[in-house]
């Protein structure tokens, strides 16, 4: 079992930025698939970035693509999200998870362990 505990999120202007983490427990994550989704009030969740194991590579959903940074620290057991630029429509829950698997995928249904969520409001 891995246990994931995100943190780091809170309220800003438009422009500003945020840096998420997500800290696991149980496992080490170096084996894992690690990803990034949000959720906005009234709509499904969705992809917003991932990296391999070793931070090798990396993939981000368009709409953030430019702004937003995923990167990993395996000693500290942690992935982070670097959000810059921010902007009212990035407002939600913001979700890390974990998949056990080399391949790289955007569907949450394919990921085994999450989060209980950190809210991100950006205000115009």
């Known amino acids: 079992q891995v246990q994931l505990v995100e943190s780091g999120g809170g309220l800003v202007q438009a422009g500003g930025s945020l840096r998420l983490s997500c800290a696991a427990s149980g496992r080490t994550l170096s084996s894992y698939f690690m990803g990034w989704f949000r959720q906005a009030p009234g709509k499904e969740r969705e992809f917003v970035a991932a990296?391999?194991?070793?931070?090798?590579?990396?993939y981000y959903a368009d709409s953030v693509k430019g702004r937003f940074t995923i990167s990993r620290d395996n000693a500290k057991n942690t992935v982070y999200l670097q959000m810059n630029s921010l902007k009212p429509e990035d407002t939600a829950v913001y979700y890390c998870a974990a998949r056990y698997s080399s391949y790289y995928t955007a569907v949450p249904h394919d990921y085994d362990y999450w989060g209980q969520g950190t809210q991100v409001t950006v205000s115009s």
């Open positions: 990296i391999t194991w070793n931070g090798g590579s990396t």
